[in-house]
């Protein structure tokens, strides 16, 4: 399995942007997609963002499609997600995954905290 750990999450004025970091600690990061998700409070959690492997090819969900950039640093072991022109609605615990070759997701971060104020 693969560890994560999220961060560059924060308090942010509508408009704003961050800059979300996850760091994988284990061997098999390069050779999995990653995937950000969301729960807002109350909300289930839903899906963000997800990138392959390689980084070439990438997915959004609508709501954030052309706001959030996802992209992958694999001799850091990092991927990001990169928040511009942020929302009210953006709001929520953000998290990132590891996807399974199965297509689901079975490491998890522990979340990190965004908060859009208008």
């Known amino acids: 399995q693969v560890q994560l750990v999220e961060s560059g999450g924060g308090l942010v004025q509508a408009g704003g942007s961050l800059r979300l970091s996850c760091a994988a600690s284990?061997?098999?990061?390069?050779?999995?997609?990653m995937g950000w998700f969301r729960q807002a409070p109350g909300k289930e959690r839903e899906f963000v963002a997800r990138?392959?492997?390689?980084?070439?090819?990438?997915y959004y969900a609508d709501s954030v499609k052309g706001r959030f950039t996802i992209s992958r640093d694999n001799a850091k072991n990092t991927v990001y997600l990169q928040m511009n022109s942020l929302k009210p609605e953006d709001t929520a615990v953000y998290y990132c995954?590891?996807?399974?070759?199965?297509?689901?997701?079975?490491?998890w971060g522990q979340g990190t905290q965004v908060t859009v104020s208008s």
């Open positions: 990138i392959s492997w390689s980084g070439s090819t990438t």
């Open positions: 995954a590891a996807r399974t070759a199965t297509g689901g997701y079975d490491s």
């Open positions: 284990g061997r098999t990061f390069s050779n999995r997609a």
